[in-house]
């Protein structure tokens, strides 16, 4: 696999409401560029307050690997399998392929890293 060397640097204008959730806005890290696609690594917050029942649903992606850590706030959610689970900063979990899941609520400051294989993925309503 083809990679590049690359290095993003936070400024006031890395997030951009481009993501998946309108109730979120992410950080590209460069990560899929870089690996042509290999994979993808974003820094994803949240844009506004929590609304109940606002945050997609139930859901699961079509990824081969994902990989979250919480670097700020908080975020609670339910897991097929598992049931709720609320993760706070420094808190990390890996979602296996296919995993239904749902975010129920977050913090206002909550930020998440996501790592994903591969960088294009898609998001099927449960």
């Known amino acids: 696999m083809e990679q590049r060397f ?3 640097h936070l400024t006031d204008e890395s997030f951009k409401s481009t993501g998946l ?6 950080r590209d890290l460069g990560v899929a560029a870089a690996t042509n696609g290999f994979a993808e690594a974003h820094v994803v917050k949240a844009a506004r307050p929590c609304e109940p029942g606002s945050t997609g649903g139930n859901h699961y992606h079509t990824v081969e690997f ?3 850590y919480i670097l ?3 975020q609670r959610m339910r897991i097929d399998g598992v ?3 609320t993760v ?3 808190s990390s979990w890996i979602q296996p392929p296919g995993i239904r899941h749902e975010v129920l609520e977050y913090s206002d400051d909550r930020e998440a890293l996501e790592i994903i294989l591969p960088a294009k993925y898609d998001t099927i309503t449960a």
């Open 83 to 85: 049931g709720e689970v």
């Open 66 to 68: 994902q990989f979250v």
């Open 21 to 26: 959730r309108p109730y979120n806005i992410y």
């Open 6 to 8: 690359v290095v993003d």
């Open 88 to 90: 706070r900063e420094g």
């Open 72 to 74: 700020k706030g908080w």
